[in-house]
């Protein structure tokens, strides 16, 4: 099937993402598990946003659906002025491999590849030539500690050396929004920390960043908290700026507009 892009005719809204009444119901057995019930949520480009919320409270659920993993059961959702919740599997996956970085809570590497392949194939399909793929590979995974490792299988790797390399790939192809399960949820208290340098760098060079966490110190590093509650959003405040920058550490640059032209 083949479906394109439908012109956003009403909104000129300049949110990279937005959703209008987004639900997700699983049924089986009889029994419907409303997931996820009428979210309404907006993301500017270069906006870096956490989501907090209990276990089961929808945070992964939400988060698939934005990344077009799962197709939300009523709702809309907006990327760029695009409404894409309709859009066809293969539509999503060129929106992933092209825009959307996407961090699984389970790490999906692709095992028979080593370390380096995962992240510079992921480069590739993103359009970038050999040489960038190779370079960014190497720049991803030095900075999370992760080079002594580039030649390993993924098998071989502990769960915070893999959940860095999932990391490594949803960057790879320098996403304009950065969609992550709880990226720091396997990581000790220094890979946490390359984490969020990471991320604040990412965030810096003005790319989005929504992600789902447990964990203060990584929610702390974001812009805006949304506490998900029972699949409906409880709260959404924005935190002081100055806990955007770590101490003894200069303020990072002023966000430039990320650039998402699913059209062009
Ligand atoms: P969280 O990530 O906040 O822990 P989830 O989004 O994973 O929460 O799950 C929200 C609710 O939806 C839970 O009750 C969970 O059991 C249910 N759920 C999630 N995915 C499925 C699925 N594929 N089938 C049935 N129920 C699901
Ligand atoms: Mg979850």
Redesign the pocket.
Known sequence: MRQGLRPDAVSTTPCLLRTREVTKS?S?DGVT?R?VRGVDLALHSGEFVAIM?P???????LLHMLGGLERPTSGEIWLDGTRVDGLSQARWAMLRRRHIGFVFQVFNLLSNMTVADNVELAALMGGATRRQARERRDELLTELGLEAKADAAPARLSGGEQQRVALARALANRPSLLLADEPTGSLDSSGTRAVLRLLTRVHADGQAILL?THDGRVASAAQRVIS?FDGMVADDAPLPAERLVPPGRPAPPPSVPAVLRLRG
Not at 55 to 61: D, I, N, V
């Open positions: 699983f089986s598990v997931a919320g276990s089961g409270s929808g945070k992964s659920t789902v998900l």
